[in-house]
Protein backbone atom coordinates (compact mmCIF):
# COMPACT_ATOMS: atom_id res chain seq x y z
CA UNK A 1 0.00 0.00 0.00
CA UNK A 2 2.71 2.30 1.06
CA UNK A 3 4.14 2.32 -2.48
CA UNK A 4 0.98 2.86 -4.35
CA UNK A 5 0.64 5.77 -1.82
CA UNK A 6 4.10 6.98 -3.14
CA UNK A 7 2.89 6.76 -6.83
CA UNK A 8 -0.02 8.58 -6.55
CA UNK A 9 2.26 11.55 -4.55
CA UNK A 10 4.45 11.21 -7.04
CA UNK A 11 1.37 11.97 -10.08
CA UNK A 12 0.79 14.82 -8.00
CA UNK A 13 4.13 16.37 -7.93
CA UNK A 14 3.71 15.59 -11.57
CA UNK A 15 1.06 17.69 -12.44
CA UNK A 16 2.04 20.88 -10.24
CA UNK A 17 5.43 20.85 -11.93
CA UNK A 18 3.97 20.71 -15.52
CA UNK A 19 2.00 23.56 -14.38
CA UNK A 20 5.33 25.81 -13.27
CA UNK A 21 7.48 24.69 -15.86
CA UNK A 22 5.06 25.71 -18.56
CA UNK A 23 5.93 27.84 -20.86
CA UNK A 24 6.32 29.35 -25.20
CA UNK A 25 8.68 29.99 -27.06
CA UNK A 26 8.00 33.65 -26.61
CA UNK A 27 10.57 33.16 -23.44
CA UNK A 28 13.50 32.11 -25.76
CA UNK A 29 16.45 33.67 -24.48
CA UNK A 30 14.73 35.05 -21.34
CA UNK A 31 16.20 33.03 -18.25
CA UNK A 32 19.92 33.97 -17.29
CA UNK A 33 22.27 31.18 -15.20
CA UNK A 34 23.00 29.30 -18.33
CA UNK A 35 25.99 26.91 -16.77
CA UNK A 36 23.17 25.55 -14.75
CA UNK A 37 22.01 23.66 -18.25
CA UNK A 38 25.25 22.47 -19.58
CA UNK A 39 25.65 18.48 -18.84
CA UNK A 40 28.03 16.82 -17.66
CA UNK A 41 28.88 13.17 -17.11
CA UNK A 42 30.27 11.51 -21.03
CA UNK A 43 27.52 8.98 -20.65
CA UNK A 44 24.74 10.73 -19.44
CA UNK A 45 25.48 13.25 -22.18
CA UNK A 46 25.90 10.65 -25.09
CA UNK A 47 22.43 8.90 -23.75
CA UNK A 48 20.89 12.74 -24.53
CA UNK A 49 20.11 13.12 -21.41
CA UNK A 50 17.57 11.09 -21.50
CA UNK A 51 18.81 9.28 -17.97
CA UNK A 52 16.29 10.81 -15.00
CA UNK A 53 14.86 6.87 -14.42
CA UNK A 54 17.72 4.86 -14.64
CA UNK A 55 20.85 7.74 -14.12
CA UNK A 56 22.41 6.19 -10.33
CA UNK A 57 25.32 6.94 -8.20
CA UNK A 58 27.77 9.81 -8.41
CA UNK A 59 26.02 10.69 -11.73
CA UNK A 60 22.55 11.44 -10.57
CA UNK A 61 23.82 14.43 -8.85
CA UNK A 62 23.08 17.01 -11.56
CA UNK A 63 20.57 14.65 -13.88
CA UNK A 64 18.76 13.25 -10.90
CA UNK A 65 19.67 13.65 -7.43
CA UNK A 66 17.13 10.62 -6.19
CA UNK A 67 19.59 8.12 -8.28
CA UNK A 68 21.85 8.37 -5.87
CA UNK A 69 19.79 7.50 -3.10
CA UNK A 70 20.78 3.69 -4.01
CA UNK A 71 24.83 4.09 -3.53
CA UNK A 72 26.19 1.18 -1.81
CA UNK A 73 29.87 2.86 -1.98
CA UNK A 74 32.05 5.97 -2.30
CA UNK A 75 32.29 7.44 -5.92
CA UNK A 76 33.91 10.09 -7.35
CA UNK A 77 33.84 11.42 -10.74
CA UNK A 78 36.09 14.52 -12.97
CA UNK A 79 34.60 15.92 -15.88
CA UNK A 80 36.42 17.83 -18.55
CA UNK A 81 34.62 19.00 -21.45
CA UNK A 82 35.78 21.39 -24.07
CA UNK A 83 32.92 23.80 -25.04
CA UNK A 84 31.53 26.07 -27.69
CA UNK A 85 33.44 28.92 -28.31
CA UNK A 86 36.88 28.07 -26.02
CA UNK A 87 35.33 27.65 -23.25
CA UNK A 88 36.23 25.02 -20.89
CA UNK A 89 33.70 23.19 -18.29
CA UNK A 90 35.15 21.33 -15.29
CA UNK A 91 33.27 19.04 -13.14
CA UNK A 92 34.05 17.44 -10.01
CA UNK A 93 31.88 15.23 -7.93
CA UNK A 94 31.50 13.00 -4.33
CA UNK A 95 29.01 10.80 -3.14
CA UNK A 96 29.28 8.29 -0.11
CA UNK A 97 26.23 6.33 1.32
CA UNK A 98 25.68 7.24 5.51
CA UNK A 99 23.06 5.46 7.75
CA UNK A 100 20.18 7.80 6.88
CA UNK A 101 20.56 7.98 3.17
CA UNK A 102 23.58 9.02 0.63
CA UNK A 103 25.42 12.89 1.00
CA UNK A 104 26.51 13.94 -2.39
CA UNK A 105 28.64 17.13 -3.33
CA UNK A 106 29.73 18.59 -7.08
CA UNK A 107 31.51 21.99 -8.09
CA UNK A 108 31.30 22.63 -11.49
CA UNK A 109 32.96 25.68 -13.11
CA UNK A 110 32.56 27.41 -16.65
CA UNK A 111 35.80 29.29 -18.19
CA UNK A 112 34.32 31.71 -21.00
CA UNK A 113 38.30 32.51 -21.71
CA UNK A 114 39.88 35.96 -21.40
CA UNK A 115 37.85 38.93 -23.15
CA UNK A 116 39.57 42.63 -23.97
CA UNK A 117 37.80 45.24 -22.23
CA UNK A 118 36.46 47.72 -24.37
CA UNK A 119 35.01 50.65 -23.81
CA UNK A 120 33.68 54.02 -26.00
CA UNK A 121 36.17 55.66 -25.34
CA UNK A 122 38.88 53.04 -25.90
CA UNK A 123 37.02 50.94 -28.94
CA UNK A 124 40.28 48.89 -29.37
CA UNK A 125 40.85 47.91 -25.44
CA UNK A 126 41.75 49.52 -22.43
CA UNK A 127 44.45 47.19 -21.98
CA UNK A 128 42.62 45.07 -19.55
CA UNK A 129 41.64 41.72 -19.78
CA UNK A 130 38.07 40.09 -18.44
CA UNK A 131 37.86 36.37 -16.97
CA UNK A 132 34.45 35.62 -16.81
CA UNK A 133 33.72 32.78 -14.67
CA UNK A 134 30.59 30.86 -13.61
CA UNK A 135 30.10 28.21 -11.06
CA UNK A 136 28.10 25.68 -9.25
CA UNK A 137 28.58 24.55 -6.02
CA UNK A 138 25.64 21.71 -4.98
CA UNK A 139 25.13 19.27 -2.11
CA UNK A 140 23.03 16.43 -2.53
CA UNK A 141 20.70 14.46 -0.51
CA UNK A 142 19.27 11.22 -1.32
CA UNK A 143 17.26 8.30 -0.04
CA UNK A 144 15.35 5.72 -0.62
CA UNK A 145 11.87 5.54 0.87
CA UNK A 146 11.27 2.51 0.05
CA UNK A 147 12.55 -0.69 -1.94
CA UNK A 148 10.85 0.86 -5.33
CA UNK A 149 11.22 4.87 -4.93
CA UNK A 150 13.71 6.81 -4.67
CA UNK A 151 13.91 10.80 -3.72
CA UNK A 152 16.47 12.84 -3.90
CA UNK A 153 17.57 16.92 -3.54
CA UNK A 154 20.29 18.97 -4.45
CA UNK A 155 21.03 22.45 -3.43
CA UNK A 156 23.27 24.97 -5.58
CA UNK A 157 24.81 28.39 -4.64
CA UNK A 158 25.38 29.45 -8.27
CA UNK A 159 28.25 32.78 -9.08
CA UNK A 160 28.65 34.38 -11.88
CA UNK A 161 31.10 37.42 -11.85
CA UNK A 162 33.14 39.40 -14.94
CA UNK A 163 35.49 41.93 -13.59
CA UNK A 164 33.95 43.84 -10.56
CA UNK A 165 30.69 42.72 -10.69
CA UNK A 166 29.53 39.54 -9.92
CA UNK A 167 25.74 37.63 -9.67
CA UNK A 168 24.76 35.14 -7.11
CA UNK A 169 21.61 33.48 -6.32
CA UNK A 170 20.60 29.67 -5.21
CA UNK A 171 19.01 26.74 -7.18
CA UNK A 172 17.36 23.68 -5.94
CA UNK A 173 16.78 20.22 -7.78
CA UNK A 174 14.22 17.60 -6.59
CA UNK A 175 14.22 14.26 -8.00
CA UNK A 176 11.66 11.01 -8.01
CA UNK A 177 12.87 7.65 -9.12
CA UNK A 178 9.79 4.45 -9.34
CA UNK A 179 10.33 1.00 -10.16
CA UNK A 180 6.80 -0.28 -10.60
CA UNK A 181 7.91 -3.57 -10.39
CA UNK A 182 8.13 -4.63 -14.18
CA UNK A 183 11.40 -6.29 -14.34
CA UNK A 184 13.55 -3.84 -16.27
CA UNK A 185 11.12 -0.79 -16.20
CA UNK A 186 12.11 2.29 -14.31
CA UNK A 187 10.05 6.13 -14.39
CA UNK A 188 11.62 9.07 -12.77
CA UNK A 189 10.82 13.06 -12.74
CA UNK A 190 12.93 16.02 -11.72
CA UNK A 191 12.61 19.56 -11.50
CA UNK A 192 15.89 21.44 -12.13
CA UNK A 193 16.98 25.05 -11.34
CA UNK A 194 14.33 26.19 -9.22
CA UNK A 195 15.21 29.11 -7.29
CA UNK A 196 14.66 32.73 -6.80
CA UNK A 197 15.68 35.30 -9.78
CA UNK A 198 19.60 36.77 -10.08
CA UNK A 199 20.72 40.43 -10.35
CA UNK A 200 24.63 41.46 -10.71
CA UNK A 201 26.04 43.93 -8.64
CA UNK A 202 29.31 45.08 -7.85
CA UNK A 203 30.99 48.90 -7.57
CA UNK A 204 31.08 49.41 -11.31
CA UNK A 205 27.73 50.20 -11.05
CA UNK A 206 28.40 53.46 -9.41
CA UNK A 207 29.03 56.26 -11.46
CA UNK A 208 29.62 60.09 -10.37
CA UNK A 209 27.40 62.60 -11.86
CA UNK A 210 25.98 66.08 -11.49
CA UNK A 211 22.41 66.37 -11.41
CA UNK A 212 21.02 68.77 -14.12
CA UNK A 213 19.60 71.47 -12.00
CA UNK A 214 22.22 71.78 -9.86
CA UNK A 215 25.03 74.66 -10.13
CA UNK A 216 28.01 73.32 -12.62
CA UNK A 217 30.42 74.17 -10.28
CA UNK A 218 28.99 72.05 -7.38
CA UNK A 219 30.79 68.61 -5.94
CA UNK A 220 29.72 65.83 -7.95
CA UNK A 221 27.26 62.97 -6.18
CA UNK A 222 27.61 59.25 -6.55
CA UNK A 223 24.69 57.02 -7.80
CA UNK A 224 24.28 53.71 -8.25
CA UNK A 225 22.80 51.87 -11.26
CA UNK A 226 20.69 48.59 -10.66
CA UNK A 227 21.07 45.68 -12.77
CA UNK A 228 18.17 43.98 -14.29
CA UNK A 229 16.87 40.77 -12.41
CA UNK A 230 16.94 37.40 -14.77
CA UNK A 231 15.39 34.00 -13.89
CA UNK A 232 16.93 30.62 -13.39
CA UNK A 233 16.36 28.34 -16.60
CA UNK A 234 14.43 25.96 -14.51
CA UNK A 235 12.95 23.01 -16.00
CA UNK A 236 10.98 19.67 -15.57
CA UNK A 237 12.05 15.96 -17.05
CA UNK A 238 9.87 12.92 -16.81
CA UNK A 239 11.46 9.80 -18.30
CA UNK A 240 11.51 6.33 -18.95
CA UNK A 241 13.77 3.53 -19.20
CA UNK A 242 13.53 -0.20 -20.03
CA UNK A 243 16.65 -2.72 -19.96
CA UNK A 244 17.16 -6.31 -20.19
CA UNK A 245 19.57 -8.70 -21.11
CA UNK A 246 20.87 -9.67 -24.39
CA UNK A 247 22.05 -13.23 -24.07
CA UNK A 248 24.36 -14.06 -21.26
CA UNK A 249 27.24 -11.29 -21.70
CA UNK A 250 25.15 -8.52 -22.71
CA UNK A 251 22.42 -6.07 -21.95
CA UNK A 252 20.54 -3.57 -23.73
CA UNK A 253 18.81 -0.31 -22.73
CA UNK A 254 16.73 2.33 -24.47
CA UNK A 255 15.64 5.77 -22.29
CA UNK A 256 13.15 8.21 -23.44
CA UNK A 257 12.89 11.67 -21.25
CA UNK A 258 9.89 14.61 -21.91
CA UNK A 259 11.72 17.91 -21.10
CA UNK A 260 9.64 21.03 -20.27
CA UNK A 261 11.25 24.31 -20.32
CA UNK A 262 10.45 27.92 -18.98
CA UNK A 263 12.35 29.75 -21.34
CA UNK A 264 12.10 27.84 -24.81
CA UNK A 265 10.15 24.53 -26.32
CA UNK A 266 9.87 21.49 -25.62
CA UNK A 267 11.95 19.16 -25.69
CA UNK A 268 11.92 15.22 -26.27
CA UNK A 269 15.26 12.91 -25.69
CA UNK A 270 15.83 9.09 -26.54
CA UNK A 271 19.00 7.08 -25.86
CA UNK A 272 19.97 3.82 -26.08
CA UNK A 273 23.15 1.92 -24.57
CA UNK A 274 24.84 -1.45 -25.05
CA UNK A 275 26.99 -3.26 -22.76
CA UNK A 276 28.90 -5.83 -23.17
CA UNK A 277 29.68 -7.87 -19.90
CA UNK A 278 29.57 -4.76 -18.14
CA UNK A 279 33.01 -3.71 -19.36
CA UNK A 280 32.66 -2.37 -22.78
CA UNK A 281 29.51 0.11 -23.60
CA UNK A 282 28.56 1.95 -26.95
CA UNK A 283 25.92 4.79 -26.61
CA UNK A 284 23.96 6.93 -29.00
CA UNK A 285 20.74 9.48 -29.16
CA UNK A 286 18.55 11.92 -30.43
CA UNK A 287 17.13 15.00 -29.16
CA UNK A 288 13.54 16.23 -30.96
CA UNK A 289 13.05 20.00 -30.35
CA UNK A 290 10.57 22.56 -31.96
CA UNK A 291 12.98 25.42 -31.82
CA UNK A 292 14.11 26.40 -35.67
CA UNK A 293 17.35 27.17 -34.72
CA UNK A 294 19.54 24.78 -32.45
CA UNK A 295 23.14 25.12 -31.85
CA UNK A 296 23.58 20.84 -31.61
CA UNK A 297 23.13 18.58 -33.75
CA UNK A 298 20.00 16.87 -32.07
CA UNK A 299 22.08 13.64 -31.35
CA UNK A 300 25.90 12.31 -29.89
CA UNK A 301 27.09 9.30 -29.33
CA UNK A 302 29.98 7.62 -27.28
CA UNK A 303 31.85 4.69 -25.70
CA UNK A 304 32.92 3.55 -22.05
CA UNK A 305 35.28 1.08 -20.53
CA UNK A 306 35.76 -0.42 -17.22
CA UNK A 307 38.65 -1.32 -15.71
CA UNK A 308 38.92 -3.61 -12.88
CA UNK A 309 41.30 -1.79 -10.01
CA UNK A 310 42.48 -3.49 -6.67
CA UNK A 311 39.25 -2.99 -4.83
CA UNK A 312 37.42 -0.32 -6.96
CA UNK A 313 36.59 -0.32 -10.35
CA UNK A 314 37.34 2.54 -12.77
CA UNK A 315 34.59 4.05 -15.98
CA UNK A 316 35.96 5.94 -18.60
CA UNK A 317 33.78 7.52 -20.53
CA UNK A 318 33.73 9.64 -23.79
CA UNK A 319 31.01 11.32 -25.50
CA UNK A 320 30.92 12.98 -29.08
CA UNK A 321 28.78 16.14 -29.96
CA UNK A 322 27.95 17.32 -33.40
CA UNK A 323 27.54 21.00 -33.25
CA UNK A 324 26.04 23.30 -35.95
CA UNK A 325 28.32 24.95 -38.35
CA UNK A 326 29.09 28.18 -36.22
CA UNK A 327 31.14 25.93 -33.48
CA UNK A 328 33.59 23.09 -33.44
CA UNK A 329 32.44 19.56 -32.28
CA UNK A 330 32.30 19.14 -28.30
CA UNK A 331 34.64 15.48 -27.11
CA UNK A 332 33.58 14.89 -23.94
CA UNK A 333 35.76 12.79 -21.07
CA UNK A 334 34.88 11.48 -17.81
CA UNK A 335 36.37 9.32 -15.66
CA UNK A 336 34.58 7.51 -12.69
CA UNK A 337 36.00 5.73 -9.53
CA UNK A 338 34.01 3.20 -7.28
CA UNK A 339 35.28 2.51 -4.38
Do not use: C
Not at 70 to 80: D, G, K, M
Not at 269 to 279: K, P, S
Amino acid sequence: MRPRILAVGLAAVLAAASATAYASADRLGTAGAQELRIPVGARETALGGAVVSEVAGVSALYWNPAGAGNSEATQVLFSHQPYIADMDVEYFAVNAPVGFGTIGASVKVLSVGDMVVTTEEAPEGTGEIASPTMSVIGLTFARAMTDRVLFGVTGMYVNESILRESAKGVAFDFGFQYHPGLQGLKLGLVMKHFGPSMTFDGPDFERLLLPPDQNPFSQRRSFKTQSAAFELPSSFQFGASYERPLGDESRGLVAGTFQSNNFSDDEYRMGAEYAYRETFFARGSFVATGQDSYLFDRGAFGVGFRVRLAGSDMFADYAFVPVSDWFDDIHHFTVRFHF
